[in-house]
């Protein structure tokens, strides 16, 4: 979801998310931010050093998951 182009139906589900699971994004305040932050449709006011180290934590972005990279770079952009 967070690596597919934005549009209307990125934005119901990443709202979805934000409803549904506000106990596990607590847990990731990191990742509610970067939620927060692509509901706003706000640049991110961190490096790509940054955003990268945190998102490596999460699924699509794991070394384990195949294309990882490539989800990393697409998120970035």
């Known amino acids: ?3 597919s182009p ?3 139906e ?3 589900m ?3 998310v934000k409803k549904n699971y506000a106990r596990g994004l607590e847990d990731s305040p990191e990742l ?4 927060d932050k692509l509901l706003a449709y706000e640049l991110m006011p961190f490096s790509e050093d940054q955003i990268t180290t945190v998102m490596t934590k999460f699924q699509p ?3 384990a998951t195949e294309n990882h990279k ?4 697409d998120f970035l952009r």
Not at 32 to 35: K, L
Not at 70 to 73: A, N
């Open 1 to 3: 979801m967070l690596v």
């Open 6 to 8: 934005y549009d209307n």
């Open 10 to 12: 990125k934005v119901d």
């Open 14 to 16: 990443m709202h979805i």
């Open 32 to 35: 509610s931010r970067y939620i």
């Open 61 to 63: 972005f794991t070394e």
């Open 70 to 73: 490539s989800h990393l770079r």
